[in-house]
């Protein structure tokens, strides 16, 4: 079965940095390229960015120069640098595995497995 964790969240005021972390079990994290989404109250689920079992990332343009996604293979952990931050970054963080990168863009914001989110809160 799938496992994925993430941590990391929590409140931060406007213009902080938070780092969250997506742990999965070590075949998980060997098989899969990485992602994350976030989703906010009444909002739809938004693709953020994602990252290759080789480590090339792939971004959403509205989040680049801000957050940054990275591997360590040897801890099967993915990381979201998250600096600069706005109110407007509040929302649930999810974790998403998917077989290859190029399903992030082909294969919407439903496919994969998940983990159970972490909520960002960024005060102004």
């Known amino acids: 079965q799938v496992q994925l964790v993430e941590s990391g969240g929590g409140f931060v005021e406007a213009g902080g940095s938070l780092r969250l972390s997506c742990t999965a079990s070590?075949?998980?994290?060997?098989?899969?390229?990485v992602g994350w989404f976030r989703q906010a109250p009444g909002k739809e689920r938004e693709f953020l960015c994602a990252?290759?079992?080789?480590?090339?990332?792939t971004y959403n343009s509205f989040v680049k120069g801000r957050f940054t996604i990275s591997r360590d293979n040897a801890k099967n952990t993915v990381y979201l640098q998250m600096n600069r931050l706005s109110p407007e970054d509040t929302a649930v963080y999810y974790c998403?595995?998917?077989?290859?990168?190029?399903?992030?863009?082909?294969?919407?914001?439903?496919?994969?497995?998940w983990g159970q989110g972490t909520q960002v809160t960024v005060s102004s």
């Open positions: 990252i290759s079992r080789g480590r090339i990332p």
């Open positions: 070590p075949q998980t994290f060997r098989t899969s390229a």
């Open positions: 998403n595995a998917r077989p290859e990168l190029i399903s992030f863009a082909t294969q919407g914001t439903e496919f994969g497995s």
